[in-house]
């Protein structure tokens, strides 16, 4: 096994891969050093999770008619023949012409309201 099969290996993984790991490491840390903590973190965890769905269903809630992919020029459900990579230099789905400033509000704005609520959990523990 030579260092570019290697290098096309490690390529091929998903992007978060390095991140996964770590947190891995760092939770058999914490079972090895302490491990009473492990259900504080299980805890904390579904809690950050729970609040990350409620903030995004507290905006669909909260703005019904401003939904980021409304402003889509075709609804990206109704493509079941979509391929899986995109060429270089063209977008997946389009957005109508004249709505992108609003489409990256409506995405920010989602985004806003999400993290506000997982902050808020996260603060409150």
């Not at 760092?26 to 769905?53: E, H, M």
């Not at 409304?70 to 789905?93: E, T």
């Not at 012409?97 to 609520?117: C, D, E, K, N």
């Amino acid at each position: 096994m030579n260092l570019s099969s290697i290098t096309a290996a490690l390529r091929r993984l998903p992007r978060t891969t390095s991140w996964l790991i770590a947190a891995c490491v760092l939770l058999s840390a914490v079972a090895v050093i302490s491990p009473v903590q492990l259900p504080v973190i299980l805890y904390k965890g579904a809690l950050v999770s729970l609040a990350a769905v409620l903030g995004y269903w507290l905006d669909r809630s909260l703005f019904p008619y401003a939904r980021p992919d409304g402003y889509l020029v075709s609804d990206w459900r109704d493509d079941v023949n979509a391929p899986n990579h995109v060429p270089s230099g063209r977008v997946d789905y389009p957005v109508v012409s004249g709505y992108h400033w609003i489409f990256a509000a409506a995405l920010l704005r989602r985004a806003v309201v999400v993290g506000a609520a997982m902050a808020g959990v996260a603060l409150g523990m």
